[in-house]
């Protein structure tokens, strides 16, 4: 299925221009010229990205006002920012809001397309690990009121929110992937992987 476009530009001609390029990649496009305009699209369906510009002539909202609503609304629909040459601090302050990414005018199409695409690789993977951590969230869970389990957890906390590498140790049985399933989940890397090595299979050399 050919993914979503929606192109949020106030210069017909730059929309024209836009839709031309994605359509001939395979994309589907869809266009709008103002605020009003660009959230009735969002509406009727999701895109699978926003290709929004800064300055929209005519509109109630500007391209901040619009991500920021973006986000608050559909914080899984990645946004690349358009911008004329001088504005570039500006686009710094839409990737702060939560941006993915800024082209500026005049772009090339293959900067364009190769930014498009990576930035709908990457929603991708966000939503498959925030469905994997949902499959395996109750496997994940650690339950008991003992002391020796809030005391466990209180260290997982603690130590989830550092830098450092942890080793659990335990006889066989006792947990220690769950703990450390845990320990990733409560980290700032939980949007990454999280990778099962089983060591005793793997040759010593390697």
Avoid at 8 to 25: K, P, S, W, Y
Avoid at 79 to 102: C, L, R
Avoid at 182 to 200: E, K
């Amino acid at each position: 299925m050919a993914h979503d476009v929606l192109i949020v530009d106030d210069e017909a001609d730059i929309r024209m221009l836009v839709t031309g390029i994605l359509q001939d990649e395979g994309y589907q496009v869809r266009e709008a010229s103002d605020s009003v305009s660009t959230f009735q699209q969002v509406a009727a369906r999701r895109p699978n990205l926003v290709l929004l510009d800064i300055w929209l002539e005519g509109s109630d909202r500007d391209g901040l006002e619009i991500l920021e609503l973006l986000q608050q609304q559909h914080p899984a629909v990645p946004v690349i920012i358009m911008t004329g040459h001088g504005s570039v601090e500006t686009a710094v302050a839409a990737i702060k809001a939560g941006a993915y990414d800024f082209v500026e005018k005049p772009f090339k199409a293959d900067r364009l397309l190769l930014m498009i695409e990576r930035a709908i690789e990457a929603a991708q993977l966000r939503q498959e690990n925030e469905e994997l951590r949902l499959r395996i969230g109750r496997d994940s869970e650690i339950v008991g009121s003992a002391p020796l389990i809030q005391s466990l957890r209180q260290s997982i906390d603690r130590v989830a929110r550092t830098g450092s590498r942890v080793l659990v140790t335990g006889p066989a049985g006792t947990g220690k992937e769950l703990v450390a399933r845990r320990i990733h989940l409560q980290s700032p890397r939980a949007t990454g992987p999280f990778v099962v090595l089983n060591c005793a299979s793997m040759h010593p050399d390697r």
